[in-house]
């Protein structure tokens, strides 16, 4: 399972607690590959520490509440590095995204239109953010520094695949609505209603 894997990857570079997790990791070091919510941190951490691959302890503060603070263990380690030789299944395709696109052949062309730019202009935001984070963390020379900019290179490359596509897409479309347009007795929008066995339409 990704989630506790990358837990385990996180706490053996440092221990932290299960905050520190979200906040200093999962929330910026993996936002651009993997996401979680606090919840689910914490859950995972309690199935990590039953099967004794983490451990945890708890650090007393005088003016805060209490922290409990994890640490991965040797078993941990083993479990960490066993999976990261392992060949990593393709992840399942499921984006709600070309779901939308694919059944928006009834909206007026002026809609279906904004739809691709405005997701045009949010992966443009994305990938303008992704560089600048990649430009910032670009001094780094280790391994893990190598590492870590690969996994933004690739996000970087899916981003701008993506910003790719959508100009293509948006070029497609606008030119066959011209094209409807320009034809004697076609309704103004790019796809006709749909007419089933009966000849009625939908």
């Known amino acids: 399972m990704s ?6 990857g996180f706490l053996r570079q440092q ?28 859950r995972t951490l309690g199935h990590l520490e039953n099967r004794g691959l983490v451990s945890s302890r708890v650090r007393r503060q005088r003016s805060r509440p209490d922290r409990k603070v994890y640490s991965i263990t040797p078993p941990g380690v083993e479990e960490l590095d066993r999976w990261a030789a392992s060949p990593a299944p393709l992840p399942p395709l499921r984006d709600p995204f070309l779901i939308q696109l694919r059944f928006a052949d009834h909206l007026p062309d002026d809609d279906l239109l ?11 935001q994305r990938l303008d953010s992704l560089r600048a984070r990649a430009f ?14 690969l996994t933004l290179d690739a996000a970087i490359a899916d981003a701008r ?26 309704q103004p929008r790019l796809f006709a209603p749909r007419t089933d066995e009966r000849g009625s339409t939908s």
């Open 114 to 124: 904004h739809v691709l730019r405005e997701r045009r202009q949010a992966m443009q």
């Open 136 to 149: 910032e963390e670009s001094r780094g020379s280790g391994r893990d520094s190598i590492l870590h900019q």
């Open 161 to 186: 695949a993506g910003i790719d596509w959508l100009d293509n897409s948006l070029e497609t479309l606008s030119a066959l609505i011209e094209q409807e347009r320009q034809t004697p007795g076609k």
């Open 15 to 42: 221990a932290m607690t299960g905050y520190d997790l979200k906040t200093l990791r999962f929330d910026h070091d993996a936002q651009h590959f993997w996401t979680a919510d606090q919840a689910q941190i914490y």
């Open 3 to 8: 989630l506790e894997h990358a837990i385990l």
